[in-house]
């Protein structure tokens, strides 16, 4: 470098310019080695203190947009509210197919049955003999509530935070904020304020209008805390007069219905730890409800605190800031960077579990049978909206797990010869692990049993959508659009979930055929397909006067993908001479063609509540169609020998005689095909070597007590993936002054120089 | 100069109002409020009976800007329009739709992130500007300022999405010099503005050396640059104290103006980046068909720009005496 330097100045002809130029030049060379010889990880982006501990990181792709629990109801918020809340209920870790067990109460309840006399009915009952079924909860004592101001007592034992004004906030944002906190213990009070809550209007529970066909007396309870709101709305009005402004008031002084002015028949108090819930039907899926954010407890303490003006102004309220007895609880509450969760230290004693399903132990999943959970001491999850920095974030460490985009599949995972997904060796030599599973979903192509030319119930018309089933090609698409992360449905019913059948049982007659040798379903040929558009009356897909068969398709698809998405929909349909015209709309217009029936072809989704298959049926019953009774029923199909079925298979347990109901109504809705049946989603999720007892478990949300971290194991290896490269900065940098050198000597000159004759 | 500023400030309010105005047609044109009522509610299980209620209790029950049935002043004040706006001319925010937080609150909160980071990528931006347009000028004729320019055309013919995802890979990624993304609060900050600054100044260089060597180059070749030379000051003294100081009208034209429009942040950047900044407060609002965010970030946006225009009007007169309140 001397001698460069040297030289540069010779050529200079004088030394100002280079010794001018040498200090800033030397400056970044030595930066870049003190960063070279320094070991650190400038692009770690946790705070230095942070390393080594036993928290887990992970990300959100948008803020929750609630934590209440009578409210939210999305797998964005029930990642961070199952965590802190503990509904009565909860999924067994490992074993399969998904089983409930306790959370905080006793056991899992069985229901007594009562008929119109009063009498109590055997478990096997039918449906149209109960007038009621009474669900006995017993909860756990000793169950605490974490720590929170809504406990905090004063001298008196009156609530120390209560009226609380704006002076008295100054300094606190969060609920961590406040001095004194307090805790108590659980009690059945707390469950029937929540299920109370789900009745209150101001809360706007997306599940009242379910649970308002159940619980006994819930409907009128919900009508008589509304019409209250709207007499203190009515009130406060005429006492304003003109000038009124409902938000900015109920802002400052938020309205508090009381609860126990009305009675809720559907709820029985015992005693501090035991309640009733009473249905007035038979719904033995009611249990897996139990398991669900909505019956998370609320203390009434939390209640009455979060009603608070002053609060409400600073955004602290039930929707952020949630109280629960789970293994978590809410440290940092910045939906717009991070949330963080911190252990409870009052959470009660629950431990990993001793058993599984076959080849768990194996697996090295029962390594930790016995031991208390939680493990991670704090979770730490962070706003990440765009997939290529989350995406490269994992890679280096600095987050534990990642799904994989569609951007990121072939850099994750290849297919072996067998048609096996594994990790690319880049992976593998990070040690990454890949974990699939099903997910208890279905995303379908579905058609408007309403249509003339495509809907209804003639063999005709059964044919015709049997053909176009055949014509679209899910084996295909599943390779094309989802990287093979799916599997072809036969039916509504997805893997896991009661009803589903593998092999040769579970194929769907009227697409597939079965091939003995190689022991796996084949899409019947198109030339069959083409048969039966002969049959159901549109030869090469036109109709007797030979006008082609045009449908139309309507989907809300607006991504990278949708183009090629229509253009194979368009292709796969025209193999029949079908013309399918594309109605791409947004979501707002695309919902109401569906509330309209103002369509012929569509695509949709839906994700399972539970794993019942009553949760997939009731999407194609009459009474639940979309256009008549503004129901789940986007088909809107209605087949009476179906809907009857479907009414004794709702309030059986699973059972042989349950199963074959489920194949005589899959079978009719198989011949019928209101659904192109489409696929279920596998999901693929990828995990760094220093995380163990990982297993999908696609209904429970509450798992990360289950999952440990080997923090030292990361520490390291975070070290040695992030050591930073700084020779190409030193290297443009020293091209970009060595090269403007000789136009600045050259300026210098001509400016220092003696003026031309 | 105190008239001059009232004066614009009382033109400023037909402006605010026609822009509420516009923001409330073109949203409702695409969203109805029962779109909007669906949407928070949720995908699952949502009845008509819910989105009625919805739409009671957050004030979009009423007709968006014209109630018939009801008498004298009523057709107007009971709508949406004008329920939802007026509290806006007091800069009451009210709560959002979606979830029901304080908006004016949010926006002092995420106000900081997006200064952090649109304040210095814009004055370093500018400096450097400034710096290199000047230094191309100075090397006018150069291959220096040949090449200067050919690489500021082919900067500003790149997008600026190009920039942060080569950003964020090559520094982030490959250099590990810095977090790929991110943001923390106080000075554990620091380390994540760098590289959004890094590239938020580098992806606006081109265009800005591109126009300020233009600028300059006009400069230099008028007469009191030729005297200030003849007197025999040195052509560094010539560009920054002489040169810079008569080119400042069109710098402070391009510049004021974007001033107040840093509190507002960068769309794609605060997202790329994961900062917590007023602009993806914005995009998310949108997404989400929440009319009580959108019309405050508008409304905002609206204010912020009449006040740049001000201010710009205002600086005339600080650099060039000649300009005058009239």
């Known amino acids: ?757 | 100069m105190l008239t001059y500023i009232i004066r614009r400030i009382l033109y400023a309010i037909p402006i605010v109002i026609g822009v509420n105005l516009l923001t409330a047609v073109l949203f409702f044109y695409v969203n109805t409020p029962d779109d909007m009522a669906r949407k928070i509610l949720g995908e699952k299980n949502v009845t008509t009976a819910q989105v009625e209620n919805w739409k009671r209790d957050h004030g979009y029950n009423l007709p968006v800007f014209f109630n018939g049935p009801e008498e004298g002043t009523a057709k107007l004040t009971e709508t949406i329009f004008f329920k939802k706006s007026l509290p806006l001319l007091w800069f009451d925010f009210g709560r959002s739709d979606r979830n029901n937080i304080d908006i004016g609150g949010e926006i002092k909160t995420r106000m900081w992130p997006s200064l952090a980071i649109s304040l210095p990528m814009f004055t370093f931006g500018l400096v450097l500007d400034l710096f290199l347009a000047m230094m191309l000028a100075y090397y006018r004729g150069t291959y220096l300022d040949l090449w200067g320019v050919v690489l500021a055309v082919v900067m500003m013919s790149v997008s600026t999405l190009f920039y942060i995802i080569g950003g964020q890979f090559l520094l982030g990624k490959v250099l590990k010099l810095f977090p790929i993304s991110g943001f923390d609060t106080g000075m554990d900050s620091v380390k994540f503005l760098v590289l959004p600054v890094v590239i938020g100044v580098l992806s606006s260089l081109g265009v800005g050396v591109r126009f300020y060597r233009t600028v300059f180059l006009e400069e230099i070749n008028k007469d009191y640059v030729r005297t200030a030379r003849a007197k025999g000051l040195s052509e560094g003294a010539v560009l920054f104290k002489h040169a810079l100081k008569n080119a400042m009208i069109p710098v402070l034209t391009n510049v004021v103006v974007s001033i107040p429009f840093l509190f507002y942040g960068s769309l794609i950047m605060e997202r790329f980046f994961a900062i917590p900044g007023l602009g993806n407060f914005t995009i998310d609002a949108i997404q989400a068909q929440d009319f009580a965010i959108v019309r405050s970030m508008v409304y905002l946006g609206s204010i912020l720009y009449i006040v740049g225009l001000i201010l710009t009007d205002i600086s005339y007169t600080l650099v060039d005496p000649r300009v005058r309140f009239e």
């Open chain 1, 1 to 757: 470098m001397v001698t460069l330097l040297n030289s540069l100045r010779k050529y200079a002809g004088g030394g100002a310019t280079i010794k001018r130029l040498s200090a800033p030049l030397g400056g970044v060379l030595l930066i870049v080695f003190l960063i070279l010889s320094g070991g650190c990880t400038p692009n770690d982006p946790y705070r230095a203190s942070e390393a080594g501990a036993n928290t887990f990181y992970s990300t959100f792709f948008e803020p929750p947009k609630h934590l209440d629990p009578a409210r939210a109801y999305s797998s964005e918020e029930y990642d961070f509210l199952a965590q802190i809340y503990e509904p009565p209920l909860q999924y067994h870790y490992l074993k399969r197919p998904y089983e409930l067990i306790p959370s905080t109460i006793e056991e899992v309840p069985v229901p007594a049955y009562y008929g119109r006399d009063g009498k109590r009915l055997p478990h096997d009952s039918g449906p149209e003999k109960v007038s009621k079924a009474v669900y006995e909860i017993r909860v756990k004592k000793g169950v605490l509530y974490q720590d929170h101001p809504a406990f905090a007592k004063g001298p008196t034992g009156s609530p120390l935070y209560m009226n609380l004004s704006p002076s008295d906030l100054k300094g606190i944002d969060e609920v961590s904020d406040f001095k004194v906190k307090g805790t108590r213990e659980l009690k059945s009070d707390d469950y029937i304020l929540e299920i109370m809550r789900l009745a209150d209007p101001e809360i706007e529970s997306p599940v009242l209008p379910i649970f308002e066909k159940y619980i006994l007396g819930l409907k009128e309870y919900s009508e008589a805390l509304r019409r209250d709101l709207d007499g203190i709305r009515k009130e406060r009005r005429a006492k304003a007069g003109l000038s009124y402004n409902q938000e900015a008031d109920e802002k400052e002084n938020p309205v508090i219905l009381d609860y126990r002015k009305h009675k809720l028949p559907g709820i029985e108090r015992v005693d501090d730890y035991t309640f009733r819930i009473i249905l007035k039907t038979k719904y033995p899926q009611f249990v897996y409800w139990l398991a669900m954010p909505f019956f998370s407890p609320i203390p009434e303490e939390a209640h009455l605190f979060y009603k608070q003006g002053a609060l409400a102004d600073k955004n602290i309220t039930i929707d952020r800031f949630p109280i629960g007895t789970g293994p978590y609880m809410m440290e940092t509450f910045n939906p717009n960077m991070e949330i963080v969760l911190a252990g409870n230290p009052n959470f009660h004693y629950e431990e990993f579990p001793k058993e599984g399903e076959a080849g768990d132990a194996q697996k090295g999943l029962l390594k930790d049978a016995g031991v208390r959970l939680p493990f991670a001491e704090r979770l730490v999850f962070k706003l990440e909206q765009e997939v290529i920095p989350r995406w490269n974030k994992f890679l280096q460490g600095y987050y534990d797990n990642s799904g994989i985009t569609s951007d990121s599949f072939d850099q994750a995972v290849s297919f072996s010869a067998a048609g096996e997904a594994e990790l690319t060796e880049a992976m593998k030599e990070k040690g990454i692990t890949l974990q699939t599973s099903v997910r208890p979903s279905i995303y379908y192509t579905g058609f408007n049993m309403l249509d003339e030319s495509i809907g209804g119930y003639s063999t005709e018309k059964q044919k015709l959508r049997q053909a176009i089933s055949i014509a679209l090609d899910f084996e295909e698409y599943i390779e094309i659009f989802n990287n093979g992360r799916g599997i072809p449905a036969m039916s509504p019913i997805p893997p896991g979930i009661f009803g589903h059948a593998e092999g040769e049982e579970g194929v769907n007659p009227y697409v597939y055929e079965w091939d003995d040798a190689k022991k796996r379903p084949f899409r019947k040929s198109l030339e069959y397909a083409r048969k039966l558009m002969r049959e159901a009356g549109y030869p090469n897909g036109r109709d007797k006067s030979g006008r082609p068969l045009v449908i139309t398709f309507d989907n809300p698809w607006t991504g990278a993908d949708s183009t090629p998405m229509i253009n194979w929909y368009i292709k796969r349909m025209r193999l029949l001479g079908i013309q399918l015209e594309n109605r791409t709309t947004d979501y707002n217009r695309f919902q109401e063609k569906m509330l309209k029936g103002n369509f012929q072809m569509f695509s949709w989704g839906w994700n399972a509540d539970y794993p019942d298959p009553e949760n997939f049926l009731f999407l194609l019953i009459g009474s639940n169609s979309k256009v008549k009774f503004q129901g789940e029923n986007v088909s809107n199909y209605s087949n009476p020998e179906f809907d009857r079925l479907f009414k004794v298979m709702e309030n059986m347990d699973n059972s042989p005689a349950r199963l074959k109901i489920i194949d005589e109504m899959l079978d009719i809705a198989q011949k019928d095909s209101p659904w192109v049946w489409g696929h279920h989603p596998v999901a693929f999720g990828l995990y760094h070597r220093w995380m163990s007892n990982i297993k999908p478990n696609s209904m429970a949300n509450n798992t990360m007590k289950y999952i440990k971290i080997d923090p030292e194991l990361r520490k390291n290896l975070r070290g040695e993936w992030n050591s930073p490269n700084l020779w190409p900065i030193a290297i443009i940098a020293a091209i970009l002054i060595l090269g403007s050198v000789p136009a600045i000597i050259s300026v210098r000159r001509k400016r220092l120089g003696k003026a031309k004759r």
